[in-house]
T-cell receptor, first 117, second 109 residues
Framework: GAVVSQHPSRVICKSGTSVKIECRSL??????MFWYRQFPKQSLMLMAT?????????EQGVEKDKFLINHASLTLSTLTVTSAHPEDSSFYIC?????????????FGPGTRLTVL | QKEVEQDPGPLSVPEGAIVSLNCTYS??????FMWYRQYSRKGPELLMY????GNKEDGRFTAQVDKSSKYISLFIRDSQPSDSATYLC?????????FGDGTTLTVKP
């Protein structure tokens, strides 16, 4: 099946620093990728929709200047958490939609656990 | 009110039991209905995917969708300890998915 990777799998950083998380579709192209955040014992909350070659669409309440998304190619999207604070500590999961229609099956990455000290 | 409500659990059953996991939804625009399994500290993996009312079977898993009642279920037959995980229902329209909060299942040997 289709594989989505994330890097790094785990990151610990100091408050005030920026962290970049990569999401790659390894064996398929994805026009659309999604970024989710999951707090302990809670569900996945959609943060933003990343479209290749255009600006990301952010969900209500998600600060676009804090969570920078770049989708520069059909296989790579990056999420940068700028000036991270302890409340940003969470499990960040991306998914990639197979194909170019944006409405096909989603394949999820393994997630990145961010801890901000 | 949330768009997707999932029975909270947790659920603990003996090995071999039949498990029923349930979600309701309010948005009639949802077109696709999914069940994901998520192990601790891992990303979700797709178990079942359907877009029409009725039953869909895959091995020990059966997904049931009732669009008129806005209700979906996942049944697991002959449950195994390896089925212990958190199960998330999800529904999508326009490529965007909305997830339930998950039900944590423990199958005891």
């Amino acid at each position: 099946g289709a594989v989505v990777s994330q890097h790094p799998s785990r990151v610990i950083c100091k408050s005030g620093t920026s962290v970049k998380i990569e999401c790659r579709s390894l064996d398929f192209q994805a026009t659309t990728m999604f970024w989710y955040r999951q707090f302990p014992k809670q569900s996945l909350m959609l943060m933003a929709t990343s479209n290749e070659g255009s600006k990301a669409t952010y969900e209500q309440g998600v600060e676009k200047d804090k969570f920078l998304i770049n989708h520069a190619s059909l296989t790579l999207s990056t999420l940068t958490v700028t000036s991270a604070h302890p409340e940003d500590s969470s499990f960040y999961i991306c998914s990639a939609v197979a194909g170019t229609s944006g409405s096909g099956e989603q394949f999820f990455g393994p997630g990145t656990r961010l801890t901000v000290l | 009110q949330k768009e997707v409500e999932q029975d909270p659990g947790p659920l603990s059953v003996p090995e071999g039991a039949i498990v029923s996991l349930n979600c309701t939804y309010s948005n009639s625009a949802f077109q696709y209905f999914m069940w994901y399994r998520q192990y601790s500290r891992k990303g979700p993996e797709l178990l079942m995917y359907t877009y029409s009312s009725g039953n869909k079977e895959d091995g020990r898993f059966t997904a049931q969708v009732d669009k008129s009642s806005k209700y979906i279920s996942l049944f697991i037959r002959d449950s195994q300890p390896s089925d212990s995980a958190t199960y998330l229902c999800a529904m999508s329209t326009g490529g965007k998915s909305t997830f339930g909060d998950g039900t944590t299942l423990t199958v005891k040997p």
